[in-house]
């Protein structure tokens, strides 16, 4: 779709099936976006929605590869490494789910994971983003997944300082997805009530979204586990859920020594269909924490890709 297909982008616009020029301004009130204005380059672009578009600061401008084809990587030179605490990137297509992954990097050879929505089941078109990334002078976001008859497009990306996401006020987070925090699970022991034969249990901790735990069957209840191998003050957790559109009933639960155990979260009455979920917690001194599965949609087995432990 070249710029032949100007037209047809801007017809579509019109109806709303785009959705950058419908929206009021895109920055964070009181944040300084490192950003907007910085060099850009992607893998493909439209002629007439080129890469800098992303990081141009306007509504009504957007990044376009120039075909469905996937993966289609941005990447934002951020000019020196800076501790990164928040990435929003606003979709060109409301209503839609994008697959994508965010990356940092100081020298563009050695990446870390900041954010994976490779299994991102959330249809607004504004993702706020919470991360922990350390000196960070390159961000890259690959887009692995879209819809039918959606190309990746991006309206505006941002990238916020540690500093700045830490002024952000309990009823501004609410807005924002994950913890600017480390994952407390990360590569930590499991266990659980059973696993399937290629799904065990520490594949809901080992930072891969194409690995999941499934319990062995679809018997209810069924729990998941993790040792966090010393007493913490938890903050939150956020699980993603085999199936996207799927309601799942859970729990989760704290312990001090993996005996006595204490409810953290009751979510065995969510209506929630959303596949990647947080709650927040307030909860002292716990060293382990298990995920129950209380019900699970019909013909589904309790099943998870991953879940992070947010803490001091």
Known sequence: MKASTGRL???LMAAGLVWCSAQSAFGQAGMTNLALGKPVSVTSSEDENPAKSAVDGKDDTRWSADSGALPQQLQIDLGEARDVGGVTIRWAKDGAAYGYKVEGSVDKRNWTMLSDQRQNGETVALHRLLVAGKGVRYVLITVTGTEPDTWPSICEAAVYSADDTKKLSADELKSWWG???PDLAAGRPTSS?????GHPSGHAVDGDMGTR???NGGTVPAWWQVDLGKPHDLTG???VWEQAGKNYLWKVEGSADGQTWQMLSD????KSERQSQKVTLDAKGIGHVRVTV?????GSW??????KVYGQ
């Open 9 to 11: 982008a801007r017809l």
């Open 179 to 181: 913890e600017a925090r």
């Open 237 to 239: 957790l956020s699980v």
């Open 213 to 215: 735990w499934c319990a």
């Open 193 to 197: 009530s059973s696993d399937q034969d």
């Open 302 to 307: 309790p099943s998870i890709w991953e879940v």
């Open 294 to 298: 209380t019900g699970a949609p019909d």
């Open 267 to 270: 979510q065995t009455a969510t």
